[in-house]
């Protein structure tokens, strides 16, 4: 019997914002335009507004009910035992399971938008991240920095919706549970207020401390976590320059830092929490007492001191917990919102050495650099020809980058290049052990078998190959490699060379290298010194 998908249940009160499709005027997020890292955060707390209004709509509504749930439980109860009448205490019954069931659909519906709303304003940044990152200029921040940014930073940024949920849920819970006491005694419902003041003041008082030791961990997470993407993506440098002690030396004493300052925080949370929890806890204990005062006295009725009873504590100590939750998840966004600005700051950072360097005649040329002065007059080229389209020029940097998937989907992204095209540029790039050892030709479909993780399953040379059937492939009307062949033989090399003179012939190709390989197939050679 065939099995068929079935979509899970979804309820109609938060299905409408999660469509099949992601809609193409979805909410772009503009790292530029925040003022200031306070105001980015606000704005990141709004992302998806419609969905951000009906989440806290549904909070402060299932809030509500549980309020009024506490009071039918103290009022209808004692009133049912006091007459001892079934029909009261049946209708009791009844709305505390009908208010029951519509703070659960309220809650579930606030929960679900803020879950969602968190994981699409994640997407959001990190695809407005991305196509920054491809469209920007190469910068001196190395991959771990970027990753950690992109990956991180992003998905704290998207958990500030947490704050709209629980801290706004007990806000709503303290006015409702005020509004409630005050009906059996105006000054039990103002010291109710009063008490959620003082609770507020104090988790705000001592927010500073923790936000200050919260940036210094994210800092140090951020460059523990960045090394390691480094240290792991260089392993095979490492290896080979005899390295590996001096890393390992380097990444403990990076992560020893960090967790040197995890602790600090841990402790100072474990504090902190103690003195936040302290003023809500004899807030509670002092406005108990005043209504049992008041009941002896016969300024209330028992069912009011139920209620009192009922009510305060959740109201107070729950506060005190969501509120330091709220400063928590606020400290990390903050930091997480300044490391977005500044990344989008250091992406959009203009050139300095852009100075629209000449287009270099038709043929292969190569660029020698004999000094550093040369080296700097290279760089000046390759930035100021960099991204002209009229003609297009395409700068290939020196790193081999290779993607996780298959040979195709990295020769040939998108699949709109013509088969035989792309059968000359790998023939160029001499890539046929590659194709061999992942799996071989079926007909003209390229092997299907993953390369792994940034190419890690191919060597370096292999993975320089790789790259440079990419461009060949993209075959611009101007191409620059830079040092493309470094991991490759004597003899490969040659043949690349040879290979890549006679695919590019009539088109305009630049080298820069100080291989004899190229020199020997160029149509000229300029050595800067």
């Not at 009791?92 to 709303?117: H, K, N, P």
């Amino acid at each position: 019997m065939k099995r068929t998908y079935e979509p899970p249940w979804r309820m109609p009160t938060w299905s409408w914002f999660v469509p099949a499709r992601i809609p193409a005027q979805d909410p772009q997020v503009r790292p530029e335009e925040w003022a200031s890292r306070r105001r980015g955060t606000v704005r990141l707390m709004g992302v998806h507004g419609r969905a951000v209004a009906v989440l806290l709509l549904m909070t402060v509504l299932g809030m509500a009910a549980a309020v009024l749930i506490s009071v039918v439980v103290a009022q209808g109860g004692a009133r049912a035992f006091e007459s001892a009448s079934l029909p009261v205490a049946a209708v009791t019954v009844l709305v505390i399971v009908g208010v029951a069931l519509a703070s659960w659909v309220a809650e579930s519906t606030g929960d679900a938008l803020t879950d969602l709303t968190s994981a699409r304003t994640v997407h959001s940044v990190r695809l407005s991240l991305t196509e920054r990152l491809l469209a920007a200029e190469p910068t001196e921040l190395t991959p771990g920095q970027v990753l950690n940014t992109v990956d991180g930073d992003s998905y704290q940024a998207g958990e500030l919706k947490e704050i709209l949920n629980w801290p706004v849920m007990m806000v709503a819970y303290l006015l409702g549970s005020a509004v409630a006491v005050g009906f059996s005694h105006p000054l039990l419902g103002w010291l109710l207020v009063l008490a959620g003041i003082l609770t507020t003041l104090t988790t705000f008082a001592t927010a500073g401390p923790l936000a200050r030791v919260a940036a210094r961990r994210r800092e140090a997470e951020g460059t523990a976590m960045s090394l390691a993407t480094d240290l792991a993506q260089g392993s095979r440098v490492v290896k080979g320059l005899g390295a590996v002690e001096a890393s390992a030396a380097r990444f403990d004493a990076v992560t020893g830092r960090a967790l040197r300052i995890m602790l600090v925080e841990a402790r100072l949370t474990g504090w902190l929490t103690l003195v936040r929890q302290l003023v809500p806890t004899l807030c509670v204990v002092g406005i108990v007492v005043v209504a049992a005062l008041m009941m002896r006295r016969g300024t209330i009725g028992t069912a009011d001191l139920v209620t009192v009873s009922l009510m305060v504590p959740p109201a107070l100590m729950y506060l005190g917990y969501s509120l330091s939750f709220a400063v928590d998840y606020w400290s990390r966004g903050l930091v997480s919102t300044g490391r977005i600005r500044d990344l989008v700051a250091d992406l959009g950072r203009p050139s300095t050495t852009a100075d629209g360097a000449p287009l270099p005649p038709t043929g292969l040329s190569v660029w020698s650099a004999t000094s550093a002065t040369g080296v700097e007059d290279i760089h000046r080229r390759l930035t100021g020809l960099a991204g002209r389209q009229d003609p297009e020029v395409v700068v290939a940097p020196h790193t081999a980058s290779v993607f996780e998937g298959t040979l195709a989907d990295n020769i040939d992204p998108l699949g709109q290049a013509d088969p035989e095209h792309v059968q000359a540029a790998l023939s160029a790039a001499a890539c046929g052990d590659i194709i061999t050892r992942l799996g071989g030709m079926d007909g003209d479909t390229l092997p299907d078998s993953p390369i792994g993780e940034a190419g890690l399953n191919l060597s370096g040379g292999q993975r320089q190959r790789v790259a440079l059937a990419r461009w060949l492939v993209r075959d611009p009307e101007v191409l620059i490699l830079d040092e493309p062949t470094t991991g490759l033989d004597a003899v490969t090399l040659d043949v690349v060379a040879q290979n890549v003179a006679r695919l590019r012939r009539g088109r305009t190709t630049v080298v820069v290298t100080t291989s004899s390989a190229w020199r020997a197939v160029a149509d000229r050679v300029e050595e800067l010194s």
